[in-house]
């Protein structure tokens, strides 16, 4: 596949997930797009699709080679499991630690906040125990 046209179907691909539609990454991904993409800010459809909770996009693009812990954005950096947690989107989190995102990987390339200080930081006290039950520990 040509630059030009894997370009085009990795921003299709960063858009369907964006805006939660399932059928839209479906079809950019059988259409060639890689799950493990990012668009002209850096934002990966993994990301997108976790900041948003949308549990069942999360699971397709795992599924297709999406990476859990790849980090999103230019500058601010930020994990797929963090932006998760960040919202309290517990089946998202569920997904992405099923397929083996690190609970204490921090984002900012390993400045930043873990999982569970997001978590931690609303009211999301079944997202912390996911989190927790999986291995994360808190801040020193």
């Known amino acids: 596949m040509n630059r030009r ?22 079809s950019a991904l059988r259409a060639g797009a890689p799950a493990e993409t990012a668009d002209p800010a850096g934002s990966t459809p993994l990301y997108v699709a976790s900041v948003s909770g949308a549990a069942d996009i999360v699971r397709v693009l795992l599924a297709a080679g999406a990476r859990p812990d ?11 499991l963090c932006g998760a947690a960040c919202w309290g989107h517990t089946e998202a989190v569920r997904a992405l630690l099923e397929h083996g995102a690190d ?6 390339h390993g400045t930043g ?28």
Request: hydrophobic share 35%.
């Open 5 to 26: 046209k894997r370009k085009k179907l990795s921003r299709r691909l960063v858009d369907a997930a964006l805006v939660g539609d399932l059928p839209g990454v479906r």
């Open 103 to 108: 609970p204490n990987l921090r984002e900012d």
């Open 70 to 80: 790849t980090e999103s954005g230019i500058g601010s950096e930020g994990t797929p």
């Open 113 to 140: 906040w873990a999982p569970l200080d997001w978590a931690s930081k609303g009211p999301y006290p079944e997202t912390v125990d996911l989190l927790v039950t999986a291995g994360a520990r808190p801040r020193d």
